[in-house]
């Protein structure tokens, strides 16, 4: 067991960013991106665990394990289902007293006012935003890793924001 686990975390360490941009280009919503990969390597950690040698081409092989979880994650069904995310309240004792509840309702709304517009743009923007803004890739990385040109990311990222800067200069004017 702690062969298997020394071995996942070499795997692990070694084959996490490329399996999470391969899955990041490959999602159908940013949503599912965390579950497919948590999902990959826990098969791969179970593999480990039931193996006794070592993996012929460990690469590889989580890469296949990506692939798979990715078909099997986007079934026929699942592409029908439409996914919701919701906002849980912060419990009253969560909340500093200089802040009013007021003023958090509001921001929080504005993040989810904000969230469902990014959600209305084209998949290839909601992953452009995803990977350079929550994984802090670069425009040149992004690119890559979502098989365009970096102009077409750059273009995706400040069509997206200016969507988002000009709905903000609508709610100060309401």
Known sequence: MDNAREQFEEI??????TIYRYITAKCFSL?????????????LYSVLCRRSEPLPDEDAFVMTLAKRKLAK?????????????SYSDVPAEDVPDDI???DLVIDRQTVADI?????KRPLAAQKAMF??????????E???????????????????????????????TI
Do not use: P, W
């Open 142 to 172: 992004t690119a890559q890793a979502l098989g365009m040109s970096e102009a077409s990311v750059k273009a995706h990222i400040y069509k997206t924001l200016s969507a988002i800067k000009r709905r903000c200069k609508k709610e100060e």
């Open 31 to 43: 949503d599912d991106i965390d579950d497919i990969f948590q999902m990959t390597y826990a098969e």
């Open 100 to 102: 009013s509840v007021e």
């Open 131 to 140: 990977m350079y803004y929550r994984r802090g890739m670069s425009i040149a």
């Open 12 to 17: 692990y360490n070694r084959t996490k960013e």
């Open 115 to 119: 969230r469902r517009l990014i959600q």
């Open 73 to 85: 994650y986007y079934s026929a069904v699942r592409r029908l289902k439409e996914r919701f995310v």
